[in-house]
C-alpha cells in the first residue's frame, strides 16, 4: 500500500515504486482483464494537448475516442479549468436537497430545457450516465405509481445496448460482459432486437424493410407482454459500446409509432450521442426522436468533471410531483447532483458549444472522417465501416464473404488495437469493432491522420491475426 514513505514516482519501468507497479500493487481498473493487467500493467496517461494525449514517459497520441467519448473539446481547453477554479472559490459545495439550490444547477437546467430537442418540464442531475439511467428507470416506476399503473414497470431495452452498469442500467445493457457473473438482468428488463442490418438483416430484406420488421418485433413482445406492464423502452440513437450501431434512417419512426400506440415511454440515451457528435446537437434530432426521458452526460462537461443530467416530460414530472406531496418528499436524489463544480463547468461547455457553434464545426469535418473511414470498407479483413457524423467503427471479419466473425471474438479486435497504440492512436476495440469518436473539435489534418496510422497498424496487425 501506498504510504507517506512511498518515494516519489518514477516513471513507468518495471521498478518496484513505478507509477506502473503501483498501480498494478493497487489500482482494480474497469473494464480489464485484472489477472492479466498483474503483468502487463498500465499506461499512464500524463498530460493532454488539444486531440492529443502524453503518457509518463512522453510519447503522444492522437486520442481518436475522445478519452470514453467524452472529451469533445479536446484535452486543454483552458476556460473550463477557469470556470471550475472560480466555482470553487465561491462555492465550492452546495446541495439541492430539501428545496435548497444554486445558480450554477439553476441556470444548467433552465439550459438543458431550452436546448432540448423535445419539451422537457425539469432536470434531475447526477454524476453518471449509469446514475442517470437507474434515475429513468426509478422515476418511470414512481410516476405509474402516481398514475395508478402499478403492473406499468417493464423496462425494454434493444440487444447489445449499453446503458451504464449500475444494477438497474447493467440490466438494460445488454452485454455479456456487464451481466455474466452479475446476477444479472434484474427481472423488470425485457430485450427487443438491435437494429443492426449488416447483422441482423435477411437475405434479400432492404434496410426500410428491415427497420419495419423490428417494429413489428417489437410491437409482438409488448403485446405478449401486455402493454399494461410495459413503462418504457430505452435507446441510444447510435448504439455506441455495442459496436457503434448506426440504425436504418427511419428506424426509429416506425420504434416510435409503436410506443406511442401502447403508451409506452421512450428514453433516450444520448450519453455519447448528445452535443454534437451525430452532426446535430442531439442524436434525437438525427433520427427524429420525441423521447419522454432523456439521459445526457460525457460532452455534457466535455468530460472535464462528472457530471449526468436526466430530463422528463411535462406529464412525468406532474406524476412525481403527485406522488411525493403524497408520500411527503420526493426519495431519490444524490449528494452530489448538480455539484456546483461539475454543473460550473458544464454550463461554460455549453456556451462555448454555442460561441463556436459546435455542431457547425462537427458538420465541416464530418464527411472528411465518414469519407477516410468508410475507404476501409475495401479491406479484406472488414466487414463493415460504419458511421454517422463524427463516430464510426471499422468491423473485423473472418470472412468478408459469410460475415463469419472470428474466433474467438475479440482477439483480432485486440491485435489492432495494440498495434494502433504502438503508432500512437489510441481508439477502441469492442470485440472486434474497432470505435472512433474523436474531439468534435478534431481538424481534416488530424483525421487523416487518425486513419493513416490505423492503416500502418492494421497492415502491421494482419500477419498476428493470420498466426492467431
Ligand atoms: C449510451 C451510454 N449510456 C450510459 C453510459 C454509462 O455512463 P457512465 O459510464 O458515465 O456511467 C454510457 C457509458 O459509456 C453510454 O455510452
Redesign the pocket.
Known sequence: MAGPDTPPESGTGTAANSLSARDRRNVLHPYTNLRAHETAGPLVIARGEGVRVFDDEGRAYIEAMAG??CCSLGFSESRLGAAAAAQMSTLPFYHLFGGKSHKPAIELAERLIDMAPAPFARVLFAN???EA?DSAVKLAWYANNALGRPKKKKIIARKRA????TIA?ASLTNLPVNQTAFDLPLSPMLQTSCPHFYREGRPGESEEAFAERLARELDELIKAEGADTIAAVIA?PVM??GGVIVPPATYFDHLQKVTLKHDIWLIA?E??CGFGRTGNMFGSETYGIKPDMMVL?KALSAGYAPI?ALLVSGPIYEALADKSAEIGSFGHGFTYSAHPLPAAVALETLRIYEERDIVAQVQCVMGHFQARLKAFQDHPLVGEARGIGLIGAIELVADKATKAPFTPPGRAGALVARASQEKGLIHRAMGDSLAFSPPLVISEAEIDEIFDRFAAALEAATPLIAEN
Do not use: C
Open positions: 470514453l467519448w453518471s450516465g449509469s439511467v449499453y446503458h451504464g452498469v442500467a441510444e455506441g459500446a440515451d450519453v455519447i452526460a449526468s
